[in-house]
């Protein structure tokens, strides 16, 4: 436009796009199939764990939060398109669908093939070519808008393997049979319902042996055609010693039992239920669901990513990466209260923890801190000062007899 400057933040402009380049795309093969739907729910109920870098203590257990590039990546921002939560989906729908994938560290403080390094900014990557020590990745680059190719050393990226890599990405895998089955069932489908063939014959009342009762034939066909071809309705007629027999619907078609055997199977090897996709899922079947399909998925990020980017001066340290989950994301609100109470109580949860977990704000009681069984035992306070009543000492004082009191019948 003859204006100065034309570029307005990185100092050279490459031009934009009308759809988001980083954004995963959908093969026509998995689109407009069940498929999809499940890679979605795999991908939404992995990403809706916590994984975080922590610190842990000298028996492996939790002890705090690592509040490090590593750990902003993982939960607060990947890099600047996707925020945590959106990086670990596009991460398992990647996963799920192509077998493999490569979280590339894009933005490091030092070189990460030398030293131990701290990660700012992530990226999901396609793997397209594998070396005996180095992949070959195809991932977006912010500062072009656009995706690029890549070579990067395997020792410093995690490279996440799908766990049900049989059932989903394998060539005769149960998945793909049931793309291949469902993508015969809609061709079928689309072929008998947009067509406008007939797909009748006539039965005529005399044998076509003969050259002159074929050419009869033909003839008794075109009058047919002609008749229906010519009415604006559609109308025709025939003999009554004619028959006709429609054929527009096989006889038999085993397509679609046999989509839903696959189907069928396809769930059972993943540990998935109707219910789980429609939001009608039982306990039980949530809890299944966590256990086997959930649980391998977040037990092979997370230890590629510590095996990747932790040092092992940083694992002999205590470091790690866990995924937390919400137990109580699928308890009933009529049994809130009891779980409170057993956790509590059994000196798991303090009060306050309890509370934020439900969401409510701390209260500023000293004994909500305490984790302690407030049925049972009592606290240091009441330790170090035994002369403070307790609510077990004190005792109901029996009413005074006031003769100046009215008399009462009760």
Excluded at 101 to 110: E, H, K, N, Q, R
Excluded at 185 to 196: I, Q, V, W
Excluded at 365 to 388: F, G, T, Y
Aim: a negative charge; hydrophobic letters at 35%.
């Amino acid at each position: 436009m003859g204006r100065d400057p034309t570029n307005y933040y990185t100092g050279t402009y490459y031009g934009g796009s009308y759809t988001r380049e980083d954004r995963h795309v959908f093969y026509p093969t998995t689109e407009k199939t069940l498929v999809s739907t499940i890679y979605n729910r795999i991908a939404l109920d992995v990403a809706a764990n916590r994984i975080q870098h922590v610190q842990c203590d000298e028996d492996g257990n939790f002890k705090s939060v690592i509040n490090d590039g590593l750990n902003e990546c993982l939960t607060l921002s990947a890099n600047i398109d996707q925020i945590g939560i959106d990086f670990i989906k596009d991460a398992v729908y990647s996963m799920c669908e192509e077998g493999a994938v490569a979280l590339l560290p894009i933005d490091t403080d030092i070189n990460p093939e030398t030293a131990s390094f701290d990660i700012y900014t992530m990226r999901v990557g396609e793997i397209i070519e594998w070396g005996p020590d180095w992949i070959k990745a195809r991932a977006y680059n912010e500062k072009t808008g656009k995706k690029e190719e890549l070579y990067a050393p395997k020792s410093v990226v995690a490279i996440i393997n799908n766990p049900f890599y049989e059932v989903m990405n394998a060539p005769n895998s149960t998945l793909k049979r049931l793309v291949s089955k469902m993508a015969l069932l809609d061709s079928a489908d689309s072929k008998n319902y947009s067509s406008n063939r007939l797909d009748i014959l006539v039965q005529l009342p005399y044998q076509i042996k003969g050259e002159t009762r074929e050419k009869q034939a033909e003839k008794r066909k075109k009058a047919l055609e002609d008749q229906m071809q010519n009415s604006p309705y559609g109308i025709g007629y025939i003999d009554a010693t004619e028959r006709v027999i429609q054929l527009n619907r096989p006889v038999e078609n085993t397509l679609y039992e046999q989509v839903k055997d696959l189907q069928l199977q396809l769930f059972t090897e993943l540990g998935i239920t109707e219910g789980i996709l429609n939001g009608t899922a039982t306990e039980q079947e949530l809890l299944n669901y966590q256990q086997h399909t959930i649980k391998p998925i977040l037990e092979v990020i997370t230890t590629e990513m510590k095996r990747k980017f932790l040092s092992k001066n940083a694992r002999t340290r205590g470091q790690s990466i866990m995924y937390f989950n919400s137990p109580f994301g699928i308890v009933p609100v009529s049994q809130i209260a009891d779980i409170a109470d057993k956790f509590t109580t059994a000196e798991i949860m303090t009060s306050n923890e309890f509370r934020a977990v439900m969401g409510y704000k701390p209260i500023d009681d000293p004994k909500a801190n305490e984790l302690r069984n407030k049925h049972l035992n009592v606290s240091n306070q009441e330790l170090e000062n035994p002369m403070i009543p307790t609510e077990s000492d004190e005792v109901e004082e029996a009413p005074v007899n006031d003769e100046s009191q009215e008399p009462r019948l009760f």
